[in-house]
């Protein structure tokens, strides 16, 4: 896996703007070295090779102002060689020299370095995060130097416009490798996987590619991508886009008479929205109204298609199809009304995967869930928008939902936990994730299910929602070990082979050693009565340590689950110091009347402004 998606280290943009006519800009130049000139061409070296490049455009520029008795000439610069996921390298050069650079042997294109406005700002804003405070204050300059691996396959060179010039030291902190400057190695930074500014460990990305990549390029923009539709245009629908079986706006079902210069209503389900689009666009239609069917509700997700198109849920959905089906002459625009505050948030997507978790129902998963549909994402430029060869569209960008929007959220807020608690390992920043997680959404009512035959619980949204500044000061910590991480993995019966695929081969499992997912020290509490047993116990125990005021004393808040009683020992935590550890016993006594195979409570620590709180999930199987 590792090998042929994008390994990407850091993300560094500098931007530089120049108001000048005479002034050069920044481009991204594509080059394909095979076609260069011998001359110019130095065999592995990068550097030297695209140096020798910018010295004789730079010639060519002296002579040609020579000529026309100019003023100074300004030198077209060298700034960066790339040579993992592409061949070529960025420049500062002035338009003369662009056109010059453009004659060269072996040039492929080149992209001016833009300076892009955010198209969307509010994931922080929901995340409770604000620029110059708390977290993402400006005296946190701590945060510079923690690094964040993310791997992915959205992540594009032009996402990235790297330079290092005016950057400062390399932080004391990195224990990597690194190399200086633009001669950037790629051997050093790619095989140890770390670099200090840098850059990306990437799949050779063949010149086809790229070829393609100027194609869709091209073509992007003469499409309908992101127009609307704003005059009234006859709508089809059933018969009146050809016949009962055009429902589903599948291919052959559209008739080009009745569907020429129309909106048509077509239902979700047997096929993409692309395909639909598609398919309506094939048959002159001019835009599309997508519906949901009973199965999929009301939830609405961004898609890719070919033109206008409004998604309904069911509910709008069955007035629509309604007026389409039964008035005489039915007409409809589509118009973007923005974005709209205010709506109930969080909500927990259909797609979004639910506990119990099968493999190891001893730990209640999810842990925790953050923003992740309809997310502002990196997409890579080669591939269409719906990953489709008839799809001739590029975007740098693309809105996606899914667990994988959500994962870069969480990973992000890691960082800058990090960056605030450098002592604090992997387990203590996903316990003051978890413990300080929001259960309640913007109307002060539980958070919701989309999908009604799943009721939200800790089942679909763990802990809670995270909230970034109250996991900064959580009071408590459930700290775990790597060790007892090894421990817990002896109980799951891998090989030894296996298991030295984690710890190098020197750790051994030992017999009585292995802990189970139950005693880990988890910020949560999964209690399963297995076999349905209604009268049995259950007993865990757990250790906080002390993170919030050194002297303090926590008092016990139970939300006891249906179906058992609980004994919490003992029921007050006192500390006198940071970094103090107690900890306590849970017994869950299951009753002998029950009326759920699963019922859902929490255990709380409450200290002044500290709730430290575990949900509790008890099932009976
Ligand atoms: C398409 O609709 C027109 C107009 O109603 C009709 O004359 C024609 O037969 C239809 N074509 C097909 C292939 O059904
Ligand atoms: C591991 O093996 C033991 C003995 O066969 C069995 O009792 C136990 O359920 C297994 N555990 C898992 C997680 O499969
Ligand atoms: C195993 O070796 C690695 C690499 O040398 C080391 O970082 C780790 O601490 C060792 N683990 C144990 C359990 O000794
Ligand atoms: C649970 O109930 C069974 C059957 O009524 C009984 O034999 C057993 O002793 C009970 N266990 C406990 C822990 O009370």
Redesign the pocket.
């Known amino acids: 896996m590792f090998g042929k998606n994008l390994l990407f280290l850091v993300l560094v943009v500098t931007t530089a703007s120049i108001g000048t006519a005479m002034a050069k800009s920044t481009y991204i130049i594509h080059m394909d070295k095979t076609k260069m000139a011998s001359n110019l061409f130095r065999q592995g070296d990068s550097i030297q090779t695209y140096q020798a490049v910018i010295d004789s455009i730079n010639e060519m520029s002296l002579q040609e102002d020579d000529k026309d008795q100019q003023e100074e000439t300004i030198l077209a610069e060298l700034l960066y060689a790339y040579e993992s996921a592409i061949s070529g390298f960025s420049a500062r050069l002035s338009t003369k020299q662009l056109q010059s650079l453009k004659k060269v042997d072996g040039f492929l294109s080149a992209t001016p370095d833009q300076m892009l406005q955010l198209h969307t700002t509010n994931s922080k804003q929901f995340l409770g995060l604000q620029n110059g405070k708390g977290l993402l204050s400006a005296s946190n300059s701590a945060s510079d130097d923690v690094i964040i691996g993310i791997i992915d396959t959205g992540i594009w060179p032009e996402h990235v416009s790297f330079q290092d010039t005016g950057m400062s030291a390399v932080p004391s902190r990195w224990k990597g490798v690194c190399d200086k400057g633009i001669r950037f190695s790629k051997s050093n930074c790619n095989k140890k996987l770390i670099g200090a500014r840098a850059f990306f460990k990437g799949y050779e990305a063949d010149q086809g590619k790229i070829n393609e990549a100027k194609e869709f390029r091209s073509a992007r923009d003469e499409d309908g991508h992101g127009k609307a539709l704003t005059k009234q245009v006859p709508v089809a629908y059933l018969e009146s886009a050809g016949s009962p079986a055009s429902k589903f706006c599948l291919e052959g079902t559209l008739n080009e008479t009745l569907v020429k210069g129309k909106i048509v209503v077509c239902h979700r389900g047997s096929g993409s929205a692309f395909v639909k689009s598609e398919n309506v666009k094939q048959a002159k239609g001019v835009g599309m109204i997508l519906i949901n069917s009973k199965s999929q509700g009301d939830e609405l997700s961004a898609d890719t298609v070919q033109f206008p198109t409004a998604r309904l849920g069911m509910t709008l959905g069955k007035f629509v199809r309604q007026y389409a089906s039964t008035a005489k002459k039915p007409t409809a625009s589509i118009i973007f009304k923005g974005t709209v505050f205010g709506r109930t948030a969080p909500v927990i997507a259909r797609f979004s995967s639910r506990g119990p978790c099968s493999?190891?129902p001893d730990v209640i998963k999810p842990d925790v869930t953050a923003p992740g549909v309809n997310i502002l994402a990196a997409w890579p430029p080669t591939l269409s928008p719906v990953g489709r060869i008839s799809d001739k569209r590029s975007a740098m960008f693309k809105i996606i939902s899914g667990t994988s929007m959500s994962c870069p959220h969480v990973s992000g807020l890691a960082a800058l936990l990090k960056s605030v608690h450098r002592d604090w390992s992997p387990a203590a920043i996903k316990s003051a994730l978890m413990t300080t997680a929001y259960t309640l959404n913007n109307k002060k009512s539980p958070i919701g299910d989309v999908d009604s035959s799943n009721s939200a619980g800790p089942f679909a949204y763990g802990s809670g929602h995270v909230d970034p500044e109250r996991a900064a000061d959580p009071g408590l910590i459930y700290d775990i070990t790597a060790v007892d991480y090894l421990k817990y993995i002896c109980?799951?019966?891998y090989t030894s082979a296996e298991i030295a695929l984690f710890t190098w081969g020197n750790f051994t499992c030992l017999p009585n050693a292995a802990i189970r997912g139950g005693e880990l020290n988890y910020p949560s509490f999964a209690v399963n009565f297995r076999g349905g047993v209604q009268n049995g116990s259950l007993e865990y125990k757990r250790t906080v340590t002390n993170v919030g005021s050194p002297t303090s004393s926590y008092a016990l808040q139970m939300e006891v689950p249906n179906g058992v009683s609980v004994i919490v020992k003992p029921k007050i935590l006192s500390f006198n110091k940071l970094g103090q550890k107690l900890s306590y016993k849970v017994t869950f006594v299951g009753k002998s009347k029950r009326s759920s195979d699963s019922s859902f409570g929490s255990l709380t620590w409450v200290s002044g402004k500290f709730k430290v709180r575990s949900p509790i999930a008890v099932t009976w199987q």
């Open positions: 493999i190891e109980s799951l019966n």
